[in-house]
């Protein structure tokens, strides 16, 4: 993938910039990438808290091939931790289905929407939020699990040159993946990274509110939940953590 990176000081959402760039024929692997947001966007159409001094992108993908699809979001997660870790030199996790975990707290979000405008192609959005330093004024909602790679540091902020180097290095992984079409090594990948293995989680999903442990990921990027009358696998929905798993 050739990667054309647009770099911002502050956007409103990188998603929105790109959807505006991609509705005018932006080729595949046009990327925004911003250090604050004033409308950042999560997942399920949720507000992402996006203050200043952190990596905010967003991807341009065109698939054809339907299981390459179906795993945008599995690719994601791994080419983010794995970059978090050797750009950044921090060991993080991967809570399914897209949050990046350090020290058991949300440091990053994935969310990948897809777009079908009538009469074009249709296209791919993928979004990475990376908290990198922490912000003095975290909303209270969600003070209680979000954290940041290296804390409160405000003498240190990324700047033009890092945003691009950083953004250089998540595209690089997920393209070795996406280019190739690596399902099964990204699952295994994915599966290595997963923090939430063998732990008891609540399930939710609309109406549906269960405790259960995971047992897996499928093949297929979905989660195998042993629900104690059996097995079931999921493949929308979200899920806390609970508690750790006893040796």
């Known amino acids: 993938m050739d990667a054309d990176i647009r770099v911002f000081d502050e956007v409103d959402s990188t998603n929105t910039v790109l959807m505006h760039m991609a509705d005018e024929g932006a080729k595949e692997g046009t990327s925004v990438v911003a250090s604050a947001q004033t409308k950042g966007q999560g997942r399920s159409g949720r507000s992402f808290y996006s203050p200043s001094g952190n990596l905010y992108m967003s991807l341009l993908l065109r698939p054809n091939d339907e299981k390459l699809f179906s795993m945008i979001t599995v690719m994601a997660g791994v080419a983010a931790v794995e970059a978090i870790q050797e750009f950044f030199g921090v060991s993080c996790g991967i809570k399914w289905v897209n949050d990046v975990i350090v020290n058991d707290k949300k440091a990053g979000g994935i969310v990948a929407q897809a777009f079908n405008p009538a009469g074009k192609e249709r296209y791919v959005i993928l979004g990475i939020g990376i908290n990198v330093y ?114």
Request: proline share 3%; glycine share 8%; aromatic share 10%.
């Open 134 to 247: 922490e912000n003095a004024d975290i909303p209270d909602e969600i003070s209680d699990v979000y954290t940041s790679l290296f804390g409160k540091s405000p003498e240190k902020r990324l700047q033009k040159d890092d945003l691009m180097a950083a953004a250089e290095s998540i595209i690089s992984r997920f393209s070795y993946y996406y280019d190739n079409a690596l399902i099964s090594e990204a699952i295994e990948r994915y599966r290595s990274h997963c923090c939430v293995m063998g732990k008891s989680v609540e399930y939710f999903s609309g109406q549906e509110r269960f405790t259960a442990r995971v047992s897996g990921i499928s093949d297929d990027g979905g989660l195998i939940l042993d629900t104690g009358s059996g097995m079931r696998c999921y493949h929308d929905g979200e899920i806390r953590i609970r508690q750790l798993s006893k040796p």
